[in-house]
Each structure stands twice: as structure tokens, then as C-alpha cells.
């Protein structure tokens, strides 16, 4: 089992910049494919990134160009064994959401649907104003 833990949401504004991160710990997380989704009121949950062990990116259409995500593996926190992050530039009011980290499942080796990813964080809140 994969434990993740976001942070870094908060309210910014438009045209502007936030990163966050998720701390992913449990065995062999550095081997699972990882992603962030992110999901609005009264919308469904959409994907933004996608991240493999072969460090592979997919993003969702409209988050190209403007969002990067990246995992770095850290074994200076305890019980944390991969950090993964979204940098966020040029931030639009249409990205207000909450936004999960989440891990697939053993033996998917790339996915960017929300059904193969069985281990979710509790997500983080980023809010866009004009």
C-alpha cells in the first residue's frame, strides 16, 4: 500500500504561479506510476499529470505548456520515499479545484484515468481569482 500526503494549495491570482507537492511513502513507491488529478465543483474528476518509474509525463489538453510535473526520490524524511510535484505557471481561474496525487495500481505501467489509480491523497485546495 502507497500513502500520499499533498500540500501546498492556497488562493493565488490569476496569471500567477504554485507548486505542489506530494509525499509518497510505502514499499517501492518510486516504482509506481503517479499522477495528479483534480476536481472541480460539480464536475467530474479530470487528469492533470502523469509521471512513470521511467519518468514518462502525459498532461491533460488544458494544462500543457503551462503545468510540469516532476518526482524526485528522498530518503531524508522518514517513511517518505518519493516527492512528487506540479508546477503551476500562468494560472487561470479554470484551474480552481482540488487537486489529488494519487498512485496506480501494482502492474500499471502507465494510465491517465482516474480508475486505474487505487491509492489517493486527501487532496489540497488551489483557488484562482481574477
Known amino acids: 500500500q502507497v500513502q500520499l500526503v499533498e500540500s501546498g494549495g492556497a488562493s493565488v491570482q490569476s496569471g500567477g504561479s504554485l507548486k505542489l507537492v506530494c509525499e509518497v511513502s510505502g514499499r517501492a513507491s518510486s516504482k509506481y506510476c503517479l499522477a495528479w488529478f483534480r476536481q472541480a465543483p460539480g464536475k467530474e474528476r479530470e487528469v492533470v499529470a502523469v509521471?512513470?518509474?521511467?519518468?514518462?509525463?502525459?498532461?491533460?489538453?488544458?494544462?500543457k505548456t503551462r503545468f510540469t510535473i516532476s518526482k524526485e526520490n528522498d530518503y531524508t524524511k522518514e517513511n517518505a520515499n518519493t516527492i512528487l510535484s506540479l508546477q503551476m505557471n500562468s494560472l487561470k481561474v479554470e484551474d480552481t479545484a482540488m487537486y489529488y496525487c494519487?498512485?496506480?495500481?501494482?502492474?500499471?505501467?502507465?494510465?491517465?484515468?482516474?480508475?486505474?489509480?487505487?491509492?489517493w491523497g486527501q487532496g489540497t485546495q488551489v483557488t484562482v481569482s481574477t
Open positions: 494519487a498512485a496506480a495500481g501494482k502492474g500499471v505501467r502507465w494510465s491517465m484515468r482516474a480508475t486505474d489509480f487505487s491509492d
Open positions: 509521471i512513470n518509474d521511467r519518468r514518462n509525463t502525459g498532461y491533460g489538453d488544458s494544462v
